[in-house]
């Protein structure tokens, strides 16, 4: 069965690591039928979040900032898996997928108790250390992300030791997020 996917890629490099990450799981998803949406996060015109609890007036367009979530809100919502991609920033996302994910919160608004839209997700991850200490920090944000959200975790690719952009070239985690992404 079909699905649709939207992946937030908030690496700042557009054809770095994540990019290639993001390049070779959408090959895959796309392989198996599915239908894939990309976000390039860095290229796209979005505000913080101004916690100011005044959005889900109109659903088509929840938030009352005006800038380019307008064009996410709609993939998001008919999306059946989010893909959080990024690099590692100090143990955590980079700060352009914590802004376009922050504002997600307007979709939530739109529905009593603010209840966010159940979806699957995947992480999709470089970084320049490998170690299991390493990716602690992130993998136990997005765990507990995913925990208050209620959304299913699908898995992730973790891509370590690729710090300098297109590090990852020819290595197998290239491989194993193409697999990932047709395995969905």
């Known amino acids: 069965m079909s699905k649709n996917i939207v992946i937030l890629n908030g690496s700042p490099r557009l054809k770095g690591n994540t990019a290639m990450l993001c390049d070779a799981f ?3 998803a796309e392989s198996a039928g599915h239908v894939v949406t990309r976000f390039d996060l860095q290229k796209m015109n979005i505000h913080g979040c101004l916690g100011c609890v005044k959005g889900g007036k109109d659903p088509a367009s929840p938030c009352v900032q005006k800038d380019d979530m307008t064009q996410i ?5 008919a999306a059946d898996i989010v893909v959080l991609a990024s690099p590692m920033y100090y143990w955590s996302v980079s700060a352009q997928l914590k802004t376009a994910f922050d504002r997600l919160f307007a979709v939530a608004e739109c529905n009593p108790g603010y209840a966010n839209p159940r979806k699957d997700c995947v992480l999709l991850m470089a970084a320049e250390g490998s170690s299991a200490e390493n990716w602690k920090p992130v993998l136990d944000y997005y765990h507990t992300l995913l925990g208050f959200l209620e959304w299913k ?3 992730q690719v973790l891509a370590g030791g690729v710090f300098e952009a297109g590090a990852v070239a020819g290595q197998p985690v290239l491989d194993e997020a193409f697999r990932f992404g047709a395995s969905l």
């Not at 809100?73 to 919502?77: E, G, L, N, V, W």
């Open 153 to 155: 975790d699908l898995g």
């Open 26 to 28: 959408t090959k895959g």
């Open 73 to 77: 809100y709609p993939a998001y919502k």
